[in-house]
């Protein structure tokens, strides 16, 4: 359209024609064909302006550009990685990819390095399970670390707790009655694993062809056509999704939002009874040690009598309150892989807390009787399974300390952080660079408007880390409270005042900064993906076909000024080197972030 747009400016001028330029937008006396390349800004108002040369849309064009451009992106938004249970929920997930591409691939990147982490942790527990008498004592041992290991993996999608509430999560750990329920766990999480389909291959095949056909024909076809140039600008806009797809494909998250969950309670689990024990067996039901839910963990407390058991507070006290009509914990407790940036401290404590009980009970093996069977070679009170797994003596919190965040989960993140913003600006970068370089050079309403998305992009991905912290301490206070008062209601306005938690004012005004920043983040993310679908769209439709857009005033100002007099040979020249370099920095950083996820996935499973 741009093409059409400068034929009718150019027939508009008269002769002699005022403000002729050259590349640089120096003035020149008069008309040359050597050197002079367009007209100033304000000789192009006077005679292009809207009233002259009305939007000229064509929607033969626009369906053919729709087509061939947009569609296969918008229809490969179909393969991201919702699974929130919710249509809202999927909605709002499809605006924070779109919107912040930095934040998707900052939650791939996480949910990688955690795999990656699991991985090494547990090697080394089942190396220590195959060691000496624990594997002539207990073979099946060293089965349950790897079902343990593929339940941590698989688990990042969706908030998880584990709790020692009547003893459930000892019983997990060291019960050998619990074999079954381990295997079936790892069996049913395998069976609703995403894995690559038909569809998927279709659609980001399209997409990639799309896009490599587009700039095929700017080298090929009609490199002088400036036009086209632009439009592999605006393309490279949505490049991200091929390696952030991949990479999820690579790393593999759940199909359905309650899988996990689903999985947990499909059967029934054993565990100890408290002392005197009444029967061989223990008792067998629904198992509360590992949840997938959210919130603060109950702290169960061993009541002073003979029976000794570990009893919890009623789950209603450890309801909290909201605040402007939303969840203090923030995301964390959204389900969906796009969310795991949100789960960053309670995905670790929670596989910290399972992976110390599994260790502390290879240290703590109880007197053997070889003659009998291993199972009931760990049988015992919950208390005595409690203490072959280090769980009788310290609490399970759901939030841990920030001061006890190890320093390797910190260097995750900032690994995270980093390959987050090279993929956002390695590939925003690529279409600001070719809009900027392509005559008329400068900044204009396409660069511009590029660099405000992925500006707006960051700044999603900044504001929601800062909400997920200050949810984090928010919670941090709360669990506090919870942690040296287990009776405490930390609910408000009920009729409970003599045990009712009333929050400081610091505290309140943290919660509300969290939700504030919270809140903000996703509305930025919203208008920066609907600014990425009109800003595609405005290419199609001639919205940039303008004196003030061509010209790129926003960064030249008074001194911009319209390309309008060159061949298509001058312009070939002209175009040839940013949009190389463009296409060329595209490529390299698709290709380097799924390098990168393909090695670090490529044995990052069971071993």
Request: aromatic share 10%; net charge neutral; proline share 5%.
């Amino acid at each position: 359209m741009a093409g059409r747009w400068a034929s009718s400016c150019k027939s508009l001028l008269p002769n002699p024609t005022p403000g002729l330029v050259d590349g640089s937008g120096r003035y020149l006396g008069q008309f040359d064909n050597e050197t002079t390349w367009g007209v100033d800004v304000q000789t192009c108002n006077a005679y292009c302006n809207h009233t002259m040369i009305p939007l000229d849309f064509s929607f033969p064009n626009f369906a053919n550009a729709l087509t061939n451009f947009l569609l296969p992106w918008l229809a490969l938004t179909a393969q991201l990685p919702y699974e929130t249970g919710d249509p809202m929920g999927d909605f709002m997930s499809l605006c924070l990819a779109l919107g912040s591409p930095a934040l998707i691939a900052y939650s791939l990147s996480i949910t990688i390095l955690n795999r990656l982490w699991i991985r090494k942790r547990f090697n080394e527990l089942y190396s220590r399970s195959k060691g000496g008498n624990i594997r002539k004592r207990y073979q099946e041992l060293g089965e349950r670390v790897r079902h343990v290991q593929y339940l941590l993996q698989e688990a990042q999608q969706v908030p998880m707790r584990a709790s020692q509430e009547n003893g459930w999560l000892s019983g997990l750990i060291v019960e050998g009655h619990n074999q079954e329920w381990w295997e079936r766990l790892e069996k049913s999480l395998q069976n609703t694993r995403r894995g690559v389909t038909f569809s998927f291959v279709a659609q980001i095949s399209a997409a990639i062809l799309s896009w490599l056909l587009t700039i095929i024909s700017s080298f090929v076809g009609s490199l002088g056509d400036i036009p086209t140039s632009l439009q592999v600008s605006g393309g490279s806009l949505w490049v991200w999704m091929v390696p952030i797809l991949m990479g999820w494909i690579l790393v593999g998250t759940q199909y359905k939002p309650n899988s996990i969950d689903e999985a947990l309670k499909a059967d029934m689990a054993h565990r100890a009874l408290e002392p005197p024990i009444q029967t061989d067996w223990g008792e067998e039901g629904e198992q509360f040690g590992i949840l997938a839910k959210s919130g603060l963990t109950p702290q169960p407390h061993r009541v002073q009598t003979v029976v000794g058991t570990f009893q919890a507070p009623p789950r209603q006290f450890l309801r909290l309150p909201v605040v402007l009509l939303s969840d203090i914990g923030g995301d964390e407790g959204q389900c969906g892989p796009i969310y795991n940036y949100a789960r960053v401290y309670t995905w670790w404590q929670f596989a910290h807390n399972v992976e110390e009980a599994l260790s502390r009970t290879l240290d703590n093996m109880p007197p053997w009787n070889n003659e009998a069977r291993f199972e009931d070679n760990l049988k015992g009170s919950s208390q005595e399974t409690a203490a072959f797994c280090g769980l009788d003596s310290r609490s399970i919190l759901a939030y841990p300390p920030l001061d006890e965040i190890p320093s390797e989960l910190k260097k995750r993140m900032l690994t995270a952080s980093f390959v987050a913003l090279f993929v956002q600006w390695g590939t925003t970068g690529s279409s600001i660079m070719i809009a900027y370089l392509t005559p008329t050079i400068g900044l204009g309403c396409r660069s511009g408007g590029y660099l405000a998305y992925g500006g707006l992009s960051t700044f999603v991905w900044l504001c929601l880390l800062l909400s997920m912290r200050l949810s984090h301490k928010a919670m941090l206070a709360y669990q506090d409270v919870h942690q040296h008062n287990h009776s405490i209601d930390l609910r408000q306005n009920v009729a409970n005042p003599p045990n009712q938690h009333k929050r400081t004012r610091w505290h309140s005004c943290i919660c509300m900064a969290a939700v504030v920043t919270r809140s903000v983040g996703k509305s930025v993310a919203f208008a920066d993906a609907l600014w990425l679908l009109v800003s595609s769209l405005m290419e199609m439709v001639g919205g940039y076909d303008n004196c003030w857009c061509v010209a790129d005033v926003l960064g030249l100002k008074e001194k911009a000024w319209v390309v309008l007099f060159k061949t298509a040979d001058d312009l070939a020249a002209a175009s040839k080197l940013p949009l190389g370099m463009g296409v060329a920095t595209s490529i390299i950083v698709c290709s380097l972030s799924f390098f990168f996820f393909y090695f670090c996935c490529r044995n990052n499973g069971n071993d």
